[in-house]
């Protein structure tokens, strides 16, 4: 059985931060990068033009920020997972970003085992098994959309 790629959505807006993250995420480790924003004002348009399993968020961009961005894909039916980055250690911003449908938060210093294993772990999540490589969503959140993806997931 052939195990299909993770498909990510990188969005920051720093060119030299999705630059590293799409060296981590390549192919040959299961992963594949569709598509890169640098604002939050980009991701719905790139979702649709994409269908990510999986976008890599992070909180503060200048227009239009990363809890903002989530909430307005997560009101979409059938949305992606989101996986929400950050330099800050703000509870406030990180609940933020989980009340907004975010399955899970990464620290940019995390390691690259860390990130890979929180994007396959997103990718893959049920509300009772969502969490991130440093702990665990302060609530559920809805289970991954039943598609023609289920075919993709690993073993």
């Given at each position: ?9 990188l ?28 604002d ?32 307005r ?83």
């Amino acid at each position: 059985m052939t195990v299909e790629a993770v498909r990510v959505l990188l969005v920051d807006d720093q060119d030299l931060v999705r630059s590293g993250l799409q060296r981590i995420l390549r192919p040959k480790d299961g992963f594949a990068v569709v598509g890169e924003c640098t604002d939050g004002e980009e991701v719905e348009g790139a979702v649709a033009a994409h269908d990510p399993d999986v976008v890599v968020m992070d909180l503060r961009m200048r227009r239009v920020d990363g809890i903002e961005a989530t909430r307005r894909i997560r009101r979409h039916s059938d949305p992606p997972a989101v996986l929400a980055l950050t330099t800050f250690d703000d509870d406030e911003l990180l609940s933020g970003a989980l009340r907004a449908g975010a399955a899970g938060f990464l620290p940019k210093d995390s390691s690259a085992e860390e990130l890979t294993r929180a994007v396959r772990t997103v990718a893959h999540a049920t509300p009772s098994s969502t969490r991130s490589s440093r702990g665990a969503c302060s609530r559920p959140t809805a289970p991954r959309r039943p598609s023609s993806r289920t075919s993709r997931q690993m073993s």
